[in-house]
């Protein structure tokens, strides 16, 4: 995950677009996605206080978790496990794989899903 980041975040500019997602791994459609400014949303931030980029709060806490919620309250654990039942929050562990996809959680070592990081430069 943070050599993924840091690959993404070394190939933006100021006006590149950023988009992140998740989706299962036999397919092309993606279960969730968030875009926006790329360097904005690949800021460090501090443990549960996610940045505003356009309508979608994100959150990059190097050593924690990266990922986005609709909302303000986020409680990053290792990934953020505020309210389970959010179909649109994304989580993955810092250094390791994913543990959230909207509902579905858990997803550590779960070989049915993928993530996305996508930038247009």
């Not at 989580?91 to 579905?104: A, C, K």
Request: aromatic fraction near 12%; charged fraction near 10%.
């Amino acid at each position: 995950m943070y050599s993924d980041v840091t690959l993404a975040k070394s190939n933006c500019c100021s006006n590149s677009i950023l988009c992140v997602g998740g989706g299962s791994a036999d397919s092309v459609i993606l279960n969730l996605v968030a875009c926006g400014n790329c360097l904005q949303i690949l800021t460090n931030t501090t443990v549960n206080i996610p940045n505003l980029v356009g309508s979608v709060y994100w959150y990059m806490t190097p050593g924690v978790s990266f990922g986005f919620s609709p909302i303000y309250s986020i409680t990053q654990n290792s990934a953020d496990t505020y309210n389970t039942s959010d179909p649109l929050r994304l989580s993955w562990h810092f250094n390791s794989g994913g543990w959230r996809l909207g509902t579905l959680t858990s997803l550590d070592s779960d070989t049915r899903y993928k993530k996305y990081i996508l930038v247009k430069y």
